[in-house]
C-alpha cells in the first residue's frame, strides 16, 4: 500500500482520466476505489520509464489494454473536440501544433482554452502546452501547442 499512498500523495488523490476525487478511505476493490495506473504511453522524457498515475479503479486502462479517455467538460460549447489524450501524445512524440476544437464565439473558445490548459497541468504537468485562439471560417479555432 506504500506505492498507493505515495501516487496518490504525488497526483493529490485526483484520478489522472477523469479529473475527480479519488478517496483514499475506500476499498482497492471497489469502482471508485485508488488504483495504480501505469499506461505505457507516459514515459519520463529520457529513457523508457513508465510513469505511475492514479486513477479510480473502474477508469484504470489495466496497463494500456484499453485506450485512456480524458472527457472534454460538459460545460463547454466546443464544436468537433478532438480526443484530447490522443493528441496531447502525439504532441509528445512529434512536437508542432493541432487544432483540438472550434468553438462558435470568442468568449467559448476562451473559456475552452482556459479549462483545457488547466487540465493539462494534470494530465501532463512535465509537457509545456500553450493555446493558440484564431478566428476562421465564422467560428474560433482552438489549437494545442507544444512549446
Ligand atoms: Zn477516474
Redesign the pocket.
Known sequence: MSDLNAIGDQDNWI?W????K?DPDISVNSD?GPSVDSYGAVRVKKGADFVERL??R??NTMKGKISPVVPWSKDLLVVDPSPIFETVERLRKKGGREIIARCPDENDANQASEWLLDRLSRLAPELKLSTQISPGGGQYVLALKLG
Open positions: 484520478c482520466l477523469c479529473d475527480q479519488v471508485l486513477a479510480h473502474q477508469c
